[in-house]
């Protein structure tokens, strides 16, 4: 077993599509051009770094295995993280029968939005977490039947409230279509960070740049899913998420009207319920909503799902010395 580190994704394109080939190909969360595109966009000219490591067997590459040192900023305080944080449900790029002999090289690490579908063979060094993940299941009666009576009676009422609104699913971003959406979101942001540091409010423009740009990735990839909601002839929420493998998809982005009028709907709820039918009629079965709490979230979720994120490694002040 060999292990190898690397300051630059560059370096270490032709081991990562050798692994793209024997192991995972044509997905997001490990696809070889996004990272490369977003550590140019966003994180190559700030004070952010880089270390790869590759592991190696007999000569065939077991692992490829992107850690990221984030700047200091107000918002949040430096520390490794495993790849690039804004791809939801990330799985470590590497044989899930092979990532224990990676562990001991790992820098000391946040790990969020882990998969809760990849579980290593040995995973003494791993702790869990929640993941907030819904079976779709074979039919809404068969959902529904799985939540709580409190939790039906809130969906129900949110599609009551929403029965005017049409719902026409896509697998592109009609940008222009967008744009009052995309300002509306900014206008918001900046009303709700109004008093805190500028950085917060631009990381939250960042934030969205990124989604977008991940977002038009997977419609290159042929994964993104878009649902477009009209109120007559104005779009008044749309929802983005990205398939995964062949039965799940993760939840991306929703951008709604936030004017006054349309605050007692719950756009973000109904785009979810649409969506689990759009799913569904994939033949998808996992919806994950990403790790992130939330109160929305509960009334949808019905697994105990969890996912494994490492939790030792070598001291992060030894990590920032030798990268």
């Not at 700030?46 to 107000?74: C, H, N, W, Y």
Request: glycine share 4%.
């Amino acid at each position: 077993m060999e292990i190898r580190e690397f300051k630059h994704y560059e370096d270490v394109k032709s081991q990562w599509l050798e692994l793209n080939a024997s192991y995972k190909t044509n997905e997001l969360c490990v696809d070889y051009d996004l990272h490369l595109h977003l550590w140019n966009r966003y994180r190559r000219n700030r004070d952010d770094q880089l270390r790869i490591l590759v592991g190696s067997e007999k000569g065939e590459v077991i692992a490829v295995l992107p850690f990221i040192l984030t700047r200091m900023t107000p918002a949040a305080a430096p520390g490794w993280i495993y790849a690039e944080e804004q791809l939801i449900a990330r799985e470590y790029f590497s044989l899930p029968d092979r990532i224990h002999l990676m562990v001991n090289a790992f820098p000391e690490n946040e790990a969020t939005d882990l998969s809760c579908f990849y579980v290593p063979r040995h995973t003494d060094d791993f702790s869990t977490a929640p993941g907030r993940v819904i079976d779709l299941l074979e039919s809404d009666e068969a959902y529904l039947a799985s939540l709580s009576g409190k939790h039906r009676k809130l969906i129900r009422r949110n599609c009551a409230i929403n029965a005017d609104i049409v719902c026409r699913s896509a697998r592109e971003i009609h940008l222009d279509a967008l744009r009052p959406l995309i300002q509306q979101y900014r206008s918001y942001w900046r009303e709700k960070k109004a008093g805190l540091p500028a950085t917060e409010v631009i990381d939250s423009m960042e934030k969205l740049d990124m989604d977008l740009d991940i977002l038009r990735r997977a419609q290159e990839l042929g994964k993104l899913i878009a649902l477009y909601m009209y109120l007559g002839s104005e779009l008044v929420a749309v929802n983005f998420s990205v398939r995964r493998e062949s039965d799940r998809v993760d939840d991306y982005l929703t951008l709604r009207n936030t004017g006054p009028e349309f605050a007692a709907r719950g756009l973000g709820n109904f785009c979810i319920w649409q969506n689990i039918q759009v799913c569904r009629d994939l033949g998808i079965r996992y919806y994950d909503l990403s790790d992130f709490p939330a109160e929305y979230k509960n009334r949808f979720v019905n697994t105990n799902c969890f996912y494994y994120y490492y939790s030792g490694g070598i001291q992060a002040d030894k990590c920032r010395e030798s990268s």
